[in-house]
């Protein structure tokens, strides 16, 4: 992997894939160039343009300056931004969606548009609650290095079942996993209390595609309702037959025809 070094003096690491337009890929939780769904996905794009992965602070090859401020991972993409020597097209997914969301916010023209895939926003006041003790109980665990019970209490807010749970635990890449459970917290502040985050939707003055899967939870077409609505140059599009884990060869498609047309 090649390095950049972001302003607070991060190594961030990123590949580089393709030709083309500059793209940059933002992952979610847990995930990073390596190991996630960034890499299937970027050769794909490849054939249209000149794809960014890279590992978010705290992963991967990347260091992990502290103390962590969402500004300072905004920060990291624009010194990826800069490496591109032009404006570029962005992409995030999950949590990374909400990241690559307040980038477009704080970058402006730095970035032409925007592509967001299920941005995990919630409703209401059960919601909340449950986003603030999710909160409490992650950084409890954290606090005292307790690394693989943050990684389950994650793992259970998104669903995994405890029996599978268990067997992961077992598997000799729980280690990896382990190492990356700081950065659980680091999502969480992006996430914020989990709603829909009006402002910084509005300050995002670029076209802004916003996607979800046929097949996903209701709640992710209300989140990706509510964000469209709040963009001031949003669109919507559902990839029919698709959940969370989206199939890139089913999204770079789309991705292209938005970015750059068919």
Known sequence: MKNVISKDGTR????????????????????????G????????LSRWFTVYTYDRRGRGESGDTQPYAIEREIEDIKAI?????????????????????????????NIQKLALYEPPFTFGDD???????YTNSLNELLSADRRGDAVELFMKKVGVPSEAIAGMRQSPMWSASEALAPTLAYDNAIMGDSS?????????KIPTLVLDGGNSPAFMHEAADTLTKALP????????????????????PSLKSFYIGD
């Open 12 to 35: 961030i690491a990123y590949n580089k894939i393709g030709a083309g337009p500059p793209l940059i890929l933002v992952d979610g939780a847990m995930c990073y160039s390596s190991s």
């Open 37 to 44: 769904p960034m890499d299937p996905l970027a050769s794909q």
């Open 81 to 109: 931004i800069e490496k591109t020597g032009s404006s570029v097209f962005m992409y995030g997914i999950s949590s990374g969606a909400v990241l690559a969301l307040k980038t477009a916010g704080a970058l402006g023209h």
């Open 127 to 133: 919601a909340r609650k449950e986003s603030e003790a």
């Open 196 to 204: 829909v985050p009006i402002a910084d939707a509005e300050s995002v």
């Open 233 to 252: 140059l949003g669109s919507r599009s559902t990839l029919e037959g698709q959940t969370h884990d989206v199939d890139p060869e089913v999204l770079a």
